[in-house]
């Protein structure tokens, strides 16, 4: 069991939005910075939102970041059928001195 | 942002030692504020982080497999490498190596499947 709790999964019909939550404590999501990864099937995962709602160079404005408190949300609009994949979060725990991943939630695009 | 590619035996028998390189390429692994990574996955489960290292040696390592794991750097050849000891199947995994900045693992390595058993 993580750490970090994600709902194993979400789906939504193309072209909608869907929300996927990052639930920590004051250690770790509650006092450092959260980031949200993307991992297609069969490929390394790729850096989506970074110090909580940042977006690297080439990543579409579909996606979305957010923190409040100890929770974290990933947001993705305009839902397409290459959006299918696993999401993690991550963050630094400041206590333990180490990072942690969420469970990942897998995206279904119905 | 750099390149990074894992090698090493995909193979290793029970009670053995693990040991990984990752390659740095694109850029200096001495300049800039980084982190480097080791983070694996069991096939059809999460990411798991296994540990960091800074380049001037000091590292962090998952509570876990602390009293396993070993972390070294090499900037002189631009690679850092994993050792975990006395390994299981437990420990069968795709291992990742990856670069961290400002708190985001910005770059990962393709992955290697490391296979543990006899």
């Known amino acids: 069991q993580s750490v970090l709790t994600q709902p194993p999964s979400v789906s939504a019909a193309p072209g909608q939005k869907v929300t996927i939550s990052c639930s920590g404590s004051?250690?770790?999501?509650?006092?450092?910075?959260v980031s949200w990864y993307q991992q297609l099937p069969g490929t390394a995962p790729k850096l989506l939102i970074y110090?909580?709602?940042k977006r690297p160079s080439g990543i579409p404005d579909r996606f979305s970041g957010s923190k409040s408190g100890t929770s974290a949300t990933l947001g993705i609009t305009g839902l397409q059928t290459g959006d299918e994949a696993d999401y993690y979060c991550?963050?630094?725990?400041?206590?333990?001195?180490?990072?942690?991943f969420g469970g990942g939630t897998k995206l279904t695009v119905l | 942002q750099v390149q990074l590619q894992e090698s090493g035996p995909g193979l290793v028998k029970p009670s053995q030692t693990l040991s990984l390189t990752c390659t740095v390429s694109?850029?200096?692994?001495?300049?800039?504020?980084?982190?480097w990574n080791w983070i694996r996955q069991p096939a059809g489960k999460g990411l798991e982080w296994i540990g960091r290292?800074?380049?001037?040696?000091?590292?962090n390592y998952s509570p876990s497999l602390k009293s396993r794991v070993t972390i070294s750097v090499d900037t002189s050849k631009n690679q850092f490498s994993l050792k975990l000891t006395s390994v299981t199947a437990a420990d069968t995994a795709v291992y990742y190596c990856?670069?961290?900045?400002?708190?985001?693992?910005?770059?990962w390595g393709q992955g290697t499947l490391v296979t543990v058993s006899s």
């Open positions: 990856a670069s961290e900045r400002r708190g985001s693992v910005d770059s």
């Open positions: 694109g850029g200096s692994m001495s300049s800039g504020s980084y982190f």
């Open positions: 290292i800074y380049t001037s040696g000091s590292t």
């Open positions: 004051s250690s770790n999501i509650g006092n450092n910075y």
């Open positions: 110090e909580n709602n």
């Open positions: 991550g963050t630094w725990d400041s206590s333990l001195s180490v990072a942690f």
